[in-house]
């Protein structure tokens, strides 16, 4: 059993955490967020409970084409290392290039509502949005460190549809999140983001990682 | 014959010749760049000569999982509605991360080596970068249709290896150009490329696409 001390330690030593070293930690009461001899990410909360890890990532729509599908399995099942993964699909609305402005922020809102229910209280929020905040892979996985330190176990990122996220699932992000000033397929971004979650891990657990 | 006058349209008038107004765009000799007609994009150079357009990506290494190449071939083959598509790849140095920044120098020179040895001096050459210039779709499809009506019909995008891309290379962009402040495997970064030329033109052709 491993009591949080609430002590922050440094990134490199916090995750390189294993083995024996390992056994220093618990000794010692040490904080300790490794994934290397457990098949999920630990992290102990704030009541000095152990929590694994879960990264759910809510989005809206189905991926039709396989190459999607298979690369973004690939990534889940990469990621699985470290945490557990869940992937959220909702229905889209029917959003044709004719809607009044109106009707598309109906599309937004109804989609959004879909996304909300999928979310409960305890989960840190990510929304994804081109005017979110944008950061290096290396700020991204610091974020994630950060979290993880102070006791998030459950980290829930949304990718809305077509349209983009409703003002209600903007409010209820604790961070909105940007991956660059273009515009990509909802697909693409899933896989994206995806990538961009296991590179953190990868950074903060000091593995090395082809880029 | 469509004989290139130098006078600049608006976006949306130059991308809306087609069929009846196509015939019109000829008769007045208006520099137009059309594909709705013809299976490629048709620019007209300087000399009034009419050219097809040419994408050329130049890259390192292969793709190794069938789901890139079956994403990339997709988007590929969608392009190809647009303008002649040719992806280049050259081969890769291996970089362990045990590499010096001496050994690093060397290999992103010798990629470079490769890659400049595929570009013509009549070529366009955008050099990603993730210090390079960040667009939205739109100004990035503005600046094709910008270059296009000026006479550029070979565009050529380079992707450089995992540790990216030498002085050499970069001195001989014409412009770097970057997808975001994160780092992306090279070859997800050949799949959001080639996305958002499509984008790009797709934009420029005032055709409507599903984000």
């Keep these: 059993m491993v009591k ?10 916090a995750t390189t955490i294993y083995g024996a070293e390992q056994k220093f930690a618990t000794k010692y009461s040490i904080c300790l967020y490794t994934h290397v001899d457990k098949p999920c990410g630990i992290n102990v909360n704030s009541g000095g409970k152990i929590e694994i890890m879960k990264i759910k990532i809510v989005c809206v729509g189905k991926l039709k084409e396989r190459y999607w599908r298979e690369a973004i399995a690939e990534y889940s099942k990469r990621l699985t290392r470290f945490a557990k993964v869940e992937i959220v699909q909702v229905p889209d609305e029917k959003a044709p290039e004719t809607l009044s402005p109106a009707q598309m922020n109906q599309v937004k ?3 959004g509502e879909r996304i909300l229910s999928k979310i409960k209280d305890n989960e840190y929020v990510f929304v994804t949005a081109i005017k979110g905040k944008e950061r290096t892979s290396e700020e991204f996985a ?5 979290l993880t330190t102070y006791g998030h176990s459950n980290l829930t990122f949304v990718i809305g549809g077509s349209l983009g996220t409703s003002p209600a699932v903007n409010q209820r ?3 909105l999140l940007s991956f660059g000033k273009f515009t990509m397929p909802h697909q693409l971004m ?3 983001l995806i990538e961009q979650i296991y590179r953190a891990f990868m950074i903060n657990s000091g593995s090395p990682y082809h880029k």
């Design 4 to 13: 949080f001390t609430g002590k922050i330690f440094s990134k490199k030593f």
């Design 109 to 111: 809102a109804t989609e």
């Design 142 to 146: 610091q974020k994630i460190a950060d």
């Design 173 to 175: 992000g604790d961070d």
């Design 190 to 192: 899933r896989l994206v």
